[in-house]
């Protein structure tokens, strides 16, 4: 190799090692550090509820580690507090060296798994068996499991409604669809008349992803969905195919924003909230902003409803059946070296959470709620009892699926939406993908 290149490479590798280091910079894990007795006990936790985009959410955080400090003197939380999409970006580079925080934040089945197979979480089985024992939504737990044994325990129970605009559909005259034809002709007035149907911001992929879902479930059934995430079942199953069209129909109609591809959902989720579009496809953890957070006008808040994505006409599913599931878990690290305190913290954290985010956030927890002991919003009950009358609730695909495969979904949702693809090879591409097992 020539010099210039031999010099040139060494400079490369001490940049790079710089950039994996400052990476891990700030809030940095420490997993080395071995407590004293007597000595103060450090618990590392990241998580994914920013005061800009969750408020409730971080704000319940933030008095349940206070009150644990409280009385655990000997104890100090840290938090590292990153939003959706970096918190995933943060979550890959820290596995890579194996330097995950003591207590983090995980989704379940596909996301969960390739970090159970690296021996990076610790089973925390013996904490169901606790003082929680009995107090999780059934159902939701499992979503954790890996060979019979789980590897986190879920904060939330999460939904998608179709949220709308009250005073946007009584100012056009537009009534709730129960229908696709009737979804499709508000659609169609709405885009007419200069506004913006939908917000949908579709750099996330998961947002388009949610779209897709819906519309693979209601023309071609839940269980032929179902089949074809697992691998069993082709997704050129011609119900899936027409529910791809479907999607690029709705782009030819102008149902989103301008630019959807290359915005982010929090950037559309403000144009919602500005009055800007009438409707918003979102999971049930939005709720906080539509009822309990001081910091949207109350005027908005009141004009928000929501309708169940509508059934299609000669489709094999029906309108009671959602795309949705457990949310997000807390897990423990398995090289902590803080782990069984980390543990207590999590069990703790749990039972606090499902005790304060109904009223203090306006979530849905993944522990029962009692909804007769507590004034809850009308918005917040209506959901929780569509909760409870679900005929099915397919967990979001690209949890399912495994990491590979749910990353070629993702672009495959991104390039159905931008038209880069034809619905037949969105299907290939699936096909293929989820064919390597990876």
């Known amino acids: ?235 050129s199953n011609s119900g899936l195919v027409e529910a791809a069209k479907r999607v690029q129909d709705l782009v030819d109609m102008n149902a989103f924003n301008k630019g959807f591809n290359g915005l982010s959902n929090d950037e559309v989720k403000a144009e919602f909230m500005n009055g800007e579009a009438a409707m918003y496809l979102m999971g049930t953890w939005e709720l906080p902003n539509y009822t309990t957070n001081q910091d949207i006008p109350q005027p908005f808040r009141d004009s928000i409803g929501f309708f169940k994505f509508p059934a299609v006409d000669g489709g094999k599913s029906d309108i009671d059946s959602w795309v949705g599931g457990p949310g997000v878990g807390l897990f423990v690290a398995e090289n902590s070296p803080v782990r069984e305190e980390a543990k207590k913290f999590v069990q703790y954290f749990v039972k606090r959470w499902g005790e304060e985010s109904v009223t203090g956030a306006g979530v849905i927890p993944a522990t029962k709620v009692d909804t007769s002991k507590i004034q809850l919003p009308q918005l917040y009950i209506d959901l929780l009892n569509e909760v409870n009358k679900a005929t099915n609730i397919t967990l979001f695909t690209d949890v399912q699926m495994a990491s590979g495969a749910a990353e070629v979904h993702l672009n495959q949702i991104q390039a159905l939406f931008g038209k880069e693809i034809t619905p037949a090879e969105f299907a290939k591409a699936h096909d293929a993908a989820i064919k390597t097992g990876k």
């Open 1 to 235: 190799m020539h010099t210039k290149n031999r010099a040139l490479l060494a400079l490369a590798v001490v940049v790079l090692a710089l950039a994996v280091i400052s990476g891990c910079g700030e809030g940095s894990h420490d997993n080395n550090r071995t407590p004293n007795p007597g000595d103060k006990v450090i618990i590392n936790m990241m998580h994914l509820f920013p005061e800009a985009g969750a408020l409730g959410q971080h704000q319940i955080v933030n008095k349940i580690i206070d009150e644990y400090q409280a009385d655990h003197p000997n104890v100090i939380v840290k938090q590292e507090v990153l939003e959706n999409e970096r918190y995933k970006a943060r979550m890959k580079v820290l596995s890579a060296v194996n330097d995950l925080p003591d207590v983090g934040m995980t989704w379940a089945a596909g996301y969960l798994q390739p970090f159970v197979e690296g021996g990076l979480f610790t089973p925390l089985d013996e904490l169901l068996q606790s003082e929680l024992q009995g107090s999780f939504v059934a159902g939701t737990t499992e979503a954790y499991a890996i060979d019979g044994k789980t590897y986190a325990l879920p904060l939330e129970f999460n939904i998608a409604p179709v949220y709308y605009n009250k005073k946007i559909f009584v100012q056009y005259g537009l009534q709730v669809p129960t229908t696709y034809d009737d979804f499709l002709q508000i659609v169609k007035k709405l885009a007419g008349s200069g506004v913006v149907p939908i917000a949908l911001g579709n750099k996330d992929r998961w947002t388009g992803s949610l779209w897709y879902m819906y519309l693979a479930d209601r023309v071609a059934g839940t269980e032929t969905l179902a089949n074809a995430i697992k691998g069993t079942a082709s997704f």
